[in-house]
């Protein structure tokens, strides 16, 4: 589905990443694992067509993704949350699902605002609220919900666990488990590995820009070898 293979990337003078490869399959979870500064943010970046390739190729559902903008590659059919969730600060919660609504238009059963309301209740208590005045587990909900409405037929997130109470954590847990059934193919990177490798089907794990480690969830929680060594679990 998404196809990454040997890309090179970085910022200005600074290369991060060396030749890495991934692939993402239809209606699997693909975790994205490594130490922080690994290069996992910047291999999302450049996915999503917000860092340029400088090596390699990109490809989704067979169609080259290089070159292309970010609006467009998220038109072709992939939602990212970024690290940051890039709520907008000074529109409602509901300005800011309008938002994702009006640019993309909802297939036949797809995400509309009452199925993503339906999927986080909260929000649906918070529409009036501005951007700025949620929780982190309410922006990270909002940040999802946004997402959705994209309608995508992949889902990248950029730790969505990042800061938040471990009650939100297992609320974000049992969300994503819920997309994952309903068949939503993802790529999730996170620091949290049982949070990650509970959902995941696949992974790799991701040193100094380069790939170090493939197999299935199962695999890698049973190789406390792999984990001691790439992720000091
Ligand atoms: N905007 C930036 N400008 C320069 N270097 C950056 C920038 N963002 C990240 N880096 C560097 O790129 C490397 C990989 O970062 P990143 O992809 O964010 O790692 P990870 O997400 O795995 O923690 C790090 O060494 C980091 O310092
Ligand atoms: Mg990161």
Redesign the pocket.
């Known amino acids: 589905m998404l196809d990454v293979s040997d890309i090179a990337s970085?910022?200005?003078e600074?290369q991060?990443l060396y030749g890495l490869s991934l692939k993402a399959e239809p209606g699997r979870v693909l975790a994205v694992l490594?130490?922080?500064?690994?290069?996992?943010?910047?291999?999302l970046?450049t996915i999503m067509g917000l860092l340029p390739l400088r090596g390699g190729t990109v490809s989704f559902e067979g169609r080259p993704i290089s070159g292309r903008t970010p609006f467009d590659i998220a038109r072709m059919g992939i939602a990212y949350v970024p690290?940051t969730r890039d709520i907008f600060p000074s529109l409602t919660v509901k300005e800011n699902l309008e938002l994702a609504a009006r640019r993309f238009p909802c297939p036949p059963g797809g995400w509309t605002m009452d199925r993503a309301i339906a999927l986080f209740p909260r929000l649906g208590e918070r529409l009036s609220n501005g951007g700025n005045e949620l929780s982190g587990g309410e922006a990270q909900m909002l940040a999802i919900a946004r997402a959705l409405l994209m309608n995508p037929r992949l889902l990248i997130l950029?730790?969505p666990t990042e800061g938040l109470a471990p009650i939100i954590v297992r609320l974000i847990h049992d969300k994503l488990a819920e997309l994952k059934h309903q068949g939503l193919s993802m790529v999730l990177?996170e620091q949290n590995f049982g949070f990650a490798t509970s959902l995941a089907d696949d992974v790799v794990v991701?040193s100094k820009?380069q790939v170090v480690w493939r197999g299935t969830a199962a695999e890698i929680r049973a190789d406390t070898e792999a984990q001691h060594k790439w992720l000091g679990v």
């Open positions: 970085g910022y200005g600074t991060v490594g130490r922080n500064g690994a290069g996992k943010s910047t291999t970046k690290e950029d730790e990177v991701v820009g």
